[in-house]
């Protein structure tokens, strides 16, 4: 089989996308309230037979429908105008016989109030009631059924009405079929009916495994053939004019009424089958008869027969329908002696055997219109409607055309797959399945991200929108969170993981846990499909709320990929359940009692997916990673704050998660980079380290810190890997030119100035159009993250990886603040770079690193001061003021501190200062940025070295301390500070108590 990108490859070069019929939109005119018009003894005998409703209902189930009607009974016309008053009546069902009621003339009554309402009327079977419906006025009544007690009819009388209901739409605008039925014999169709249905219901049933998962199961039977009755030539010719493209076979009586009259001589069964057949030799067509002799008709057209009193009539109904509507199985025939060759029984088994069918055989098939017919019938209207009128002549060659079969169902199932949560089916998952789930549970809130970017993708026809650039989520598999539960559960680890126990005792109590014996089977599954490494994350409930997004809180692990499939399994098995012990890890209990949740309330869900990027050597990696904001908290020059701001790295994105140095740009203007303003700026302040997945399985043993496995490399280890050259730029010490691009001789900087300045991907125009999409849809502010593989394989598409969507809370911006009558100079903190909005209350407490002792090298000593702190506000239940220099959470300590988020939770505002010889970018597209910025801290950043805002250091020295160690200083203030941000103007001030 040949692999998926190379599919993509060349569907590209036929131009290709096709989608899915929206199943959604068939059946949409339905029956839901039937008004039965009876005497009181058919109302008796109805009770006595069983509940109408109830047959009805039974019936349904029993076939896999939905949507049963509503009876409703009226046994005089007084009762019937009552209700039609009322009720909303779909359809009107009257007996024959209804009391002193002439059924006839109640009918045109009813048609002149009520035009839009179906009449249909049900008689008994004799000699007489066919004489008087020969001399009654029929215009009122739409249809006339023999009546015998069986509910079957009357779903048959319903399936048939709504198919004509719908027929025009659904069939015209969508693609669904139609099977016409030609018959004047109210007793024939009334019984024939009923078997027509059940036959196509049970074949529709079938071709439901198409679909993903249950809800589209059932939107799938939307799309079965409809069946049109005509009783006249007539009326046959006219629904064949109409839906001739559509028509997946035709079922006729021999004799019947042209222009009003019965002709048994001309027989208009056999002219209409000669009319049809002249026009599309490929269309099946069905001739039945009382009379045995006119098969010889039927042999002389070459078309099928039935005999109408025949004992197996019904077995031989379906078998005609099965074998020659497209139903049941596609055999692939030796043209010659008709004998099997192959047989696929969905369309993924077709998919494969048209590669290897001998040319004889798909010469046959294809001339017969077999697959476009055998697709119909299965709903597949999309490629059948594109194969339909094609012929081999169009083709170079056979082989040409064998291709372009194939490509074209890998086009329809990559998109289907694109589209759904597919259920896991360990029979039937393959690299087609880019988003399935295993288990009936909440698949998390990173998971329902996940598919939202699916279903946006899909909808924005984002896929291949950009030229040779693929647009796609990774191919993923979610483990919900009911696993999680049972896993927790079996294992009894609920009593170790609620302790306070160290994270290395909890990590080793599920790692020695057992995984549910049906989930590694099904995990063996997914490993033989996804052939590189995997990045195993976690999807809790509470995770990307809206509210309390608990982005970074728990482990990610990445697994090398391993060619021994017992090795691979092991591997994933470990790692799902190192993400399980994560949650009950200390930062995450902490964290959990910041937001006021329960710990064991908490569900996780585990994302299963391929990493996207290129081996070299023993490093996997992408080309680049990143994360990428709608709104900027600190515009430059032209920016504006709604232009957004994207964080960029050479490798994985662990670097810009942790808050790395990194290359940020506005979408809007990414020609325009503060960082490479000047030559000495982008030397000082571009990537100097990169990180990559340690490829050796060996490698692989969960720790508590997920990243143990990855490389963290210098810059100037990238320069072997041929995706470097892609984005870099090189200094000239001779000259101190930098230019643009890959050079030999020199110094190699990360600026991606190939594909930011030269457009050799479309890196910027592809993230503002995701930003503008991601945050119309959410009505929200948004970040998300992605990764691109730039060097694929040759012939083969560039790959962007959308990997996840999140809102950033955002507070109200009602509040105004008056900074005309605020006086600056009497602040204890001004910043003209404020994050947040409103008023901060009850704050009494400010801390704040001494400069005078700070010292980068010291950064995780003052990291453990902190902490303890911390925990002493905790005990107190206060919150803080915290300044300190750098970046804050930054994982290289000579960026400024390197704190977890649980280790401040009490502060509520957080201020970067610079120093004079310590001047770091503020941080944006960090984990823990983004956790700051959802719980409404405000975030403050004052450089007063370069005249950005105000820093009165000397009024807080002059202050006694309420606390002091070597590094940090807190203050308390008998009176509350008063703290105000401006979200519009991106100011904030601290006053002094004084002040407020």
Not at 799 to 818: G, K, M, Y
């Amino acid at each position: 089989m040949l692999n998926l990108l190379g599919d993509q490859a060349y569907l590209n070069s036929y131009q290709l996308d096709i989608y899915d019929t929206s199943f959604d939109k068939l059946m949409q005119k339905r029956i839901y309230k039937v008004l039965l018009i009876c005497s009181s003894y058919d109302a008796f005998l109805l009770e006595e037979d069983g509940r109408i409703d109830e047959q009805i209902f039974n019936e349904y189930v029993s076939l896999n429908l939905r949507y049963p009607p509503v009876f409703l009974q009226a046994h005089s016309a007084r009762e019937v105008l009552r209700i039609l008053q009322e009720e909303h009546i779909d359809l009107i069902i009257s007996m024959l016989n209804v009391g002193e009621m002439d059924t006839f003339n109640l009918a045109k009554m009813l048609k002149q109030r009520y035009p839009s309402i179906p009449i249909v009327v049900l008689t008994p079977f004799s000699r007489e009631v066919s004489l008087r419906l020969q001399n009654e006025d029929l215009s009122a009544i739409d249809y006339v059924f023999c009546w015998l007690g069986n509910a079957d009819l009357l779903l048959a009388i319903i399936k048939l009405i709504e198919d004509k209901m719908n027929a025009e739409h659904d069939i015209l605008e969508i693609g669904v079929q139609t099977i016409i039925l030609v018959e004047d014999s109210v007793r024939y169709y009334s019984s024939f009916l009923p078997n027509l249905y059940k036959i196509i219901f049970r074949q529709a049933r079938m071709f439901m495994t198409e679909a993903l998962n249950e809800h589209h199961r059932m939107l799938r039977m939307r799309g079965r053939p409809k069946i049109l009755l005509a009783t006249t030539y007539d009326e046959a010719i006219e629904l064949y004019s109409k839906y001739k493209n559509n028509v997946l076979g035709v079922i006729s009586d021999i004799s019947y009424k042209v222009n009003n009259k019965r002709d048994h001589v001309a027989k208009a069964g056999l002219q209409l089958c000669r009319h049809i057949k002249a026009d599309d030799q490929n269309i099946p067509f069905l001739l039945q008869s009382s009379e045995l002799s006119n098969k010889i008709y039927a042999d002389e057209l070459c078309v099928g027969f039935l005999h109408k009193y025949s004992k197996t009539f019904s077995l031989d109904l379906r078998d005609y329908i099965v074998n020659n509507f497209g139903f049941g199985d596609f055999v692939f025939r030796d043209p010659d002696t008709l004998a099997e060759i192959a047989r696929a029984s969905d369309l993924r088994q077709l998919q494969k055997l048209i590669l290897t069918i001998p040319d004889r055989s798909l010469v046959y098939h294809s001339s017969r219109n077999d697959i476009s017919k055998w697709l119909n019938a299965r709903a597949i209207f999309s490629i059948a409607q594109l194969f339909k009128p094609m012929r081999l002549k169009d083709f170079r060659s056979i082989d040409d055309a064998r291709n372009f079969i194939y490509y074209a169902i890998s086009a329809y199932r990559l998109s289907k797959g694109r589209s759904i949560i597919a259920k896991f089916d360990r029979e039937t998952f393959d690299e087609y399945k880019f988003f399935s789930r295993i288990g009936d549970g909440s698949i998390g809130g990173k998971a329902r991200g996940l598919a939202f970017v699916n279903q946006v993708i899909r909808n924005y026809n984002l896929f291949n929108k950009f030229e040779n650039t693929i647009i796609t989520i990774p191919r993923t598999v979610v483990l919900s969170t009911d696993i999680f539960d049972e896993f927790m559960e079996s294992n009894n680890l609920y009593s170790i993981a609620l302790q306070d126990l160290d994270d290395e005792v909890i990590l080793e109590a599920f790692l020695k846990a057992k995984l549910p014996e049906r989930i590694k089977i099904d995990l063996r599954k997914v490993i033989s499909v996804f052939q590189r490494p995997l990045a195993v994350r976690s999807s809790s409930k509470l995770e990307d709320s809206h509210y309390q997004p608990f982005a970074g809180i728990y482990s990610t692990y990445m697994v090398p990929h391993s060619d021994n499939p017992d090795q691979m399994l092991q591997h994933l098995a470990k790692a799902v359940k190192a993400v399980y012990a994560s949650v009950f890890y200390k930062a995450s209990k902490a964290y959990m009692n910041a937001t006021q949740n329960v710990i064991d309330e908490e569900k996780m869900g585990v994302i299963i997916q391929e990493i996207c990027g290129n081996q070299y050597g023993n490093m996997y990696l992408p080309t680049l990673s990143g994360v990428a904001r709608s709104i900027n908290f600190y515009p430059i020059g032209s920016e504006k704050t709604e232009d957004g701001i994207v964080s960029v790295g050479f490798g994985l994105g662990k670097l810009i998660v942790d808050g790395g140095v990194a290359l940020r740009f506005s979408p809007k203007y990414p020609k325009k980079i503060l960082q490479l303003s000047s030559v000495e700026m982008a030397l000082r302040q571009t990537q100097k380290n990169f990180y990559a997945l340690n490829v050796d399985p060996n490698s692989f043993e969960p720790k508590v810190d997920d990243s143990s496995n990855l490389l963290n490399l210098d810059i100037r280890e990238a320069s072997s890997i041929p995706d470097f050259r892609l984005i870099t730029s090189t200094y000239d010490m001779h000259s101190g030119v930098l230019r643009d691009g890959y050079y030999d001789e020199g110094l190699k900087l990360v600026t991606f100035a190939p594909i930011l300045k030269h457009d050799t991907f479309p890196l910027a125009k592809i993230l503002s159009e995701l930003l503008e999409i991601g945050e119309r849809e959410m009505n929200n502010h948004i970040e998300i993250e992605f990764a691109a593989n730039l060097n694929p394989p040759s012939g083969m598409p560039r790959l962007f990886n959308f990997l996840q969507i999140r809102p950033i809370v955002d507070s109200d911006q009602t509040e105004l603040v008056e900074w005309n009558e605020m006086d600056i100079n009497k602040a204890i903190l001004y910043s003209k770079s404020a994050l947040g909005h409103g008023k901060v209350k009850d704050i009494y407490d400010f801390v704040y690193i001494k400069p005078e002792s700070f010292n980068p090298a010291m950064t995780k000593e003052i990291a453990h001061e902190l902490d303890e702190l911390n925990k002493r506000f905790i005990d107190l239940q206060r919150n803080y003021v915290l300044v300190g220099p750098g970046r804050w959470g930054s994982s290289d300590p000579w960026l400024g501190v390197p704190i977890k988020w649980s280790q401040i939770s009490q502060a509520r505002v957080i201020v970067e200062a610079g120093l004079e010889n310590f001047r770091v970018d503020p941080s944006q597209g960090t984990h823990f940025f983004q956790n700051l910025t959802s719980f409404r801290v405000a975030y403050l950043t004052v450089n007063p070295y370069l005249h950005d805002g105000s820093y009165d250091i000397q009024f807080l020295n002059s202050i006694p301390a309420w606390f002091e160690t070597k590094y940090i200083r807190c203050i308390r203030f008998e009176q509350p500070l008063v703290i105000q941000v401006d979200a519009k103007t991106n100011q904030g001030v601290i006053l002094k108590p004084e002040n407020g």
